[in-house]
T-cell receptor, first 109, second 117 residues
Framework: GDSVTQMEGPVTLSEEAFLTINCTYT??????LFWYVQYPGEGLQLLLK?????DKGSNKGFEATYRKETTSFHLEKGSVQVSDSAVYFC????????FGAGTTVTVRA | GAVVSQHPSRVICKSGTSVKIECRSL??????MFWYRQFPKQSLMLMAT?????????EQGVEKDKFLINHASLTLSTLTVTSAHPEDSSFYIC?????????????FGPGTRLTVT
């Protein structure tokens, strides 16, 4: 079945550092790919998405490109802030969502 | 943007009692909603798919008689945890489905923290 493998955390960074969270997927069809963010004690918020190969999703300085050849959807941000501290989930969907394990990111001032 | 609410945000109940959690789509109609369970420091586990006007579809291993789901309108789905026990303590999150294939999106509620004493 469809599945997502996500880089294990936790990840600790200093402010203004570069962030990359790796995500690869296995799917029989052509799913949409998502990154969700979860702040402590809250539900999930959609961060960005891509619906087909070579699409780039972007939001709040975060970017991810749907790479069919490497079955990847890595999340990147060039300069993180303390407010980016959260848990990040990679997911794929052809109706139901399949989530990765989540990566906890802590940004220190 | 699409907003989904959940009520209550936190609930503490005694063993053996039942608890109802509501999930509402506030500014759109949702034929399909999903219920998830999240354990501390873990990912979300899909419990069931809730379809308006029909029976919910439960994932393997989820007891349908224990976790009753009712999707009575296009904006409301409820999850009732019946005869709750301490092992049912968890963070329950709902989502509402918006869009059409291949551009489905799920919008999540803020979650409900259930503690069974």
């Amino acid at each position: 079945g469809d599945s997502v493998t996500q880089m294990e955390g936790p990840v600790t960074l200093s402010e203004e550092a570069f962030l990359t969270i790796n995500c690869t997927y296995t799917a029989t069809g052509y799913p949409s790919l998502f990154w969700y963010v979860q702040y402590p004690g809250e539900g999930l918020q959609l961060l960005l998405k891509a619906t087909k190969a070579d699409d780039k999703g972007s939001n709040k300085g975060f970017e991810a490109t749907y790479r069919k050849e490497t079955t990847s959807f890595h999340l990147e941000k060039g300069s993180v802030q303390v407010s980016d501290s959260a848990v990040y989930f990679c997911a794929l969907s052809d109706y139901k969502l399949s989530f990765g394990a989540g990566t906890t990111v802590t940004v220190r001032a | 943007g699409a907003v989904v609410s959940q009520h209550p945000s936190r609930v503490i109940c005694k063993s053996g009692t039942s608890v109802k959690i509501e999930c509402r789509s506030l500014d759109f109609q949702a034929t399909t909603m999903f219920w998830y369970r999240q354990f501390p420091k873990q990912s979300l586990m899909l419990m069931a798919t809730s379809n308006e006007g029909s029976k919910a579809t439960y994932e393997q291993g989820v007891e349908k008689d224990k976790f009753l789901i009712n999707h009575a309108s296009l904006t409301l789905s409820t999850l009732t945890v019946t005869s709750a026990h301490p092992e049912d303590s968890s963070f329950y999150i709902c989502s509402a489905l918006l869009g059409q294939s291949p551009s489905y999106e799920q919008y999540f509620g803020p979650g409900t923290r259930l503690t069974v004493t």
